[in-house]
């Protein structure tokens, strides 16, 4: 007996496996024309580029600024100065003490005095500059007390000396500045027992005596004393005046009237 086609179709359908996809994921999955799994991108790390060139750059400017202080500080030490034989030119004196107090006017053998008798009176010279030939024995007792004193000629320095020497001076405490009749050089500069003649301001060996020289406690002998005199700045005396005398608002010790004959004393010559 024939079977019947229709059935075996049937039987064959029911006994077909259900979820027929897998076998087509498998056959994809196997065949060449199949969905394949995406490949993965692995991805390298970048290296800071921005922030080591920044470091590099930060180090190499610290470099930079070290190296440029370490110059500026030997090429300062190479021209500082520890001994006052080492200021060419320098001229040194011997007045042994500062203790003589006069009213009177003094002959000192020095142009500009360096030491001797003096006013009792001092010069201000909180870094003082003065329009004026003031009294040379108020300026005596200025370097008694440490100061240096710098003079120059009007008629000899040029207008760029005159303004570097007042910016020199201007508030700097010890300093005093004034212009000086008859000075024999265009700038003098003085402390008690030295004293050093210059043509021009910016001779290196201006500020190596300022720096050197001015409070230096081996070369003036009333260490600690003041300098600052405001009756003087408001009210300087000048060649020529007569001395404040014991009522003067800046006194150090008891006036002496005694005349002052003649303040020299032996002088050397430094190197």
């Not at 970048?46 to 500026?72: M, S």
């Not at 005596?140 to 007390?145: D, F, L």
């Amino acid at each position: 007996m024939a079977k019947d086609p229709r059935a075996e179709n049937g039987r064959a359908r029911r006994d077909a496996p259900r979820g027929g996809s897998g076998s087509s994921r498998s056959a994809g999955q196997s065949g060449k024309g199949g969905r394949t799994r995406p490949p993965v991108n692995v991805v390298s790390p970048q290296r800071p580029w921005g922030l080591i060139a920044g470091a590099v750059a930060v180090a190499v400017f610290a470099a930079a600024v070290l190296t440029y202080a370490v110059v500026q500080v030997n090429r300062a030490n190479a021209d500082k100065v520890t001994s006052v034989d080492q200021i060419a030119d320098v001229r040194t004196f011997e007045y042994a003490n500062g203790q003589e107090h006069v009213t009177t006017p003094v002959t000192y053998t020095e142009n500009p005095p360096v030491g001797g008798p003096h006013d009792p009176e001092w010069a201000d010279c909180t870094g003082t500059v003065y329009d004026v030939d003031i009294r040379h024995e108020n300026a005596v007792h200025s370097m008694e007390h440490g100061a240096t004193w710098i003079a120059y000629d009007r008629d000899a320095v040029s207008d760029e000396d005159l303004s570097t020497l007042q910016e020199l001076v201007d508030g700097r405490s010890g300093l005093m500045l004034s212009p000086y009749a008859g000075l024999g050089s265009p700038i003098s500069l003085q402390s008690w027992n030295h004293q050093l003649s210059v043509d021009s301001a910016t001779d290196e060996r201006v500020a190596q005596y300022v720096d050197f020289m001015t409070f230096n406690a081996d070369f003036y002998p009333e260490v600690g004393a003041s300098c600052e005199n405001p009756t003087f700045i408001s009210d300087p005396l000048v060649v020529g005046d007569t001395s404040r005398g014991a009522d003067a608002a800046a006194t150090d010790a008891p006036t002496t009237e005694t005349p002052a004959a003649g303040s020299s004393a032996p002088e050397s010559t430094t190197p």
